[in-house]
């Protein structure tokens, strides 16, 4: 999925695009927005553990201060933001097959940028990082191209 820039003035209005329209609320201008899907081969209840685990954030975003807005249990959290970010962000996860797409979303506006540009791009590249080791620690052992052991594909799966 490609990562979006908004700002007011690339867009030349005070609102999002119709595309985002849904996501934000008008009369709010949203600089920043990191759109990202990860495919993780385990089960959902260890992918939603692993982002529910407090401990983690820090490492994962040592510069926002996080306060769960919205706890969906194995379908990931929702988070409101202040720090260096000040906004919404989200982690999404869908069960698909014999894994978890972890789908993470953030909609904010930077405190002190002057190219939020490079903030995207350096906050989009940081998050990958942390999402392939999530994935790699997740799928440890698992050999590459086998399917998660144990784990039942649905029906659509089934007929490939």
Not at 41 to 62: I, S
Not at 77 to 92: F, P, Q, R, Y
Not at 98 to 108: E, F, K, N
């Amino acid at each position: 999925m490609p990562v979006t820039l908004l700002t007011a003035a690339r867009l030349g209005r005070r609102e999002a695009p119709h595309r985002w329209s849904h996501a934000v609320p008008a009369g709010i201008v949203t600089v920043v927005e990191i759109a990202d899907d990860t495919f993780i081969v385990a089960g959902p209840d260890v992918v939603a553990a692993a982002v529910a685990d407090v401990r983690r954030w820090d490492g994962w975003w040592p510069d926002l201060e996080l306060v769960v807005t919205r706890d969906r249990g194995l379908q990931g959290l929702v988070w409101s933001v202040d720090g260096a970010l000040s906004g919404t962000m989200e982690i999404w996860l869908e069960a698909v097959s014999d894994g978890v797409v972890l789908h993470y979303l953030v909609r904010a506006e930077p405190r002190a940028a002057r190219r939020p540009d490079r903030l995207r791009e350096r906050r989009t590249k940081d998050w990958k990082w942390h999402a392939h080791r999530l994935k790699d620690e997740l799928e440890a052992g698992r050999e590459p191209g086998r399917g998660r052991p144990g784990a039942v594909k649905d029906a659509r799966s089934a007929a490939d």
